[in-house]
């Protein structure tokens, strides 16, 4: 199995911050990489898909990159509403694999 | 607007069966994949099975942890997707989710998009 491997587990940032998550696959995984975003008590969000195309309808602050091993997750100015867990996921290969999550807090 | 509606979750002894349900709605569902996932109580996200639309020949693919024991199938006609969840476990306990899986042609290769994901619905396993 492909294990994905986030960090920071959690974080704490003031509101205009850029802030930066990073995932690191095991093995390659090309471009199969997707990150989304949970709010407490609610389903995940889908943010970005095929590692760097962002999701219909998301803000232009989220942005993603990388390919083979190494992704990154950026926001580029951390709103209130941006306090939330995010996740990466491969689905390169089965079974697809998630990050544990990065908590993200606002200071 | 596209809508996916999970039901079926509730409270069940281990060993026993649950069938849920994901009843799409605002789009032609017998074009798309469909994948199920769930949530453990304060734990991370988990994959627990996938279902291709009938264009590529309907199959299926599951995690470890739950093949032999669950099964997705699709009724195409009614928009539903299910998940026939057998032979329970307390380790079963989960709030699980379904999403829509947008596949498309990217420069000779299929990528995927997990882009609706239905509201979850809670299953709990226990005596």
């Known amino acids: 199995d492909i294990q994905m491997t986030q960090s920071p587990s959690s974080l704490s940032a003031s509101v205009g911050d850029r802030v930066t998550i990073t995932c690191r696959a095991s093995?390659?995984?090309?471009?199969?990489l997707a990150w989304f975003q949970q709010k407490p008590g609610k389903a995940p969000k889908s943010l970005i898909y095929?590692?760097?195309s962002l999701q219909s309808g998301v803000p232009s602050k989220f942005s993603g990159s990388g390919s083979g091993t190494d992704f990154t997750l950026t926001i580029s100015s951390l709103q209130p509403e941006d306090f939330a867990t995010y996740y990466c996921?491969?689905?390169?290969?089965?079974?697809?694999?998630f990050g544990q999550g990065t908590k993200v807090e606002i200071k | 607007e596209v809508q996916l509606v999970e039901s079926g979750g509730g409270l069940v002894q281990p060993g026993r069966s649950l069938r849920l349900s994901c009843t799409a709605s605002g789009f032609t569902f017998g074009d798309y994949a469909m994948s199920w996932f769930r949530q453990a109580p304060g734990k991370g996200l988990e994959w627990v099975g996938f279902?291709?639309?009938?264009?590529?020949?309907?199959?299926?693919e599951y995690a470890a942890s739950v093949k032999g024991r669950f099964t997705i199938s699709r009724d195409d006609s009614k928009s539903i997707a299910y998940l026939q969840m057998n032979s329970l476990k307390t380790e079963d306990t989960a709030v699980y989710y379904c999403t829509r899986v947008r596949v498309y042609d990217s420069s000779g290769y299929y990528q995927r998009d997990f882009d609706y994901w239905g509201q979850g619905t809670l299953v709990t396993v226990s005596s």
């Open positions: 996921q491969q689905y390169n290969s089965y079974p697809w694999t």
């Open positions: 093995q390659g995984i090309s471009n199969y």
């Open positions: 279902i291709r639309s009938k264009a590529y020949g309907g199959t299926t």
């Open positions: 095929a590692a760097s």
